[in-house]
C-alpha cells in the first residue's frame, strides 16, 4: 500500500506562479515513476507530468511544455510540480499519482496509486 498527499494548491492570478507537491509513504519511493494528472469540472482526468524513478526522464503535455516542471527529491519522498505562467484553463484538481513501472508513462491505467488531489485555481 502507497499513501500520496498533495499540498500547496490554492488561488492565484493569471500570469503567476504556483508550487504543488506529493508526499509518498508505504513504499519504495524511488523505485517507481511519478506522474501529475489534473481534472476541471466536467472534464475527463488528463495527463500533466511525468517523471521516471531517477528524476533524468521527464514528458510534458503540449498545454504545460515549457510553463510547468516536474521534479522529485528521492531523499525526501516527494514530487513537485511547479506552475509558471499560470492561465484560468489551468484551472482544476491536481493529483499524483504513483505508476507501477520506474519509467516516464502517461495514460492513467498505468499508475497504481493516486493522491486525494489539491485545487488549483487561476483568476483571470
Known amino acids: 500500500q502507497v499513501q500520496l498527499v498533495e499540498s500547496g494548491g490554492g488561488l492565484v492570478q493569471a500570469g503567476g506562479s504556483l508550487r504543488v507537491s506529493c508526499a509518498a509513504s508505504?513504499?519504495?519511493?524511488?523505485?517507481?515513476?511519478m506522474g501529475w494528472f489534473r481534472q476541471a469540472p466536467g472534464k475527463e482526468r488528463e495527463f500533466v507530468a511525468a517523471?521516471?524513478?531517477?528524476?533524468?526522464?521527464?514528458y510534458y503535455a503540449d498545454s504545460v511544455k515549457g510553463r510547468f516542471t516536474i521534479s522529485r527529491d528521492n531523499a525526501k519522498n516527494t514530487v513537485y510540480l511547479q506552475m509558471n505562467s499560470l492561465k484560468p484553463e489551468d484551472t482544476a484538481v491536481y493529483y499524483c499519482?504513483?505508476?507501477?513501472?520506474?519509467?516516464?508513462?502517461?495514460?492513467?491505467?498505468?499508475?497504481?496509486?493516486w493522491g486525494q488531489g489539491t485545487q488549483v485555481t487561476v483568476s483571470s
Open positions: 499519482a504513483a505508476a507501477r513501472t520506474g519509467l516516464v508513462v502517461r495514460t492513467t491505467n498505468e499508475y497504481g496509486y
Open positions: 508505504g513504499r519504495t519511493f524511488s523505485m517507481y515513476a
Open positions: 517523471i521516471n524513478w531517477s528524476g533524468d526522464s521527464t
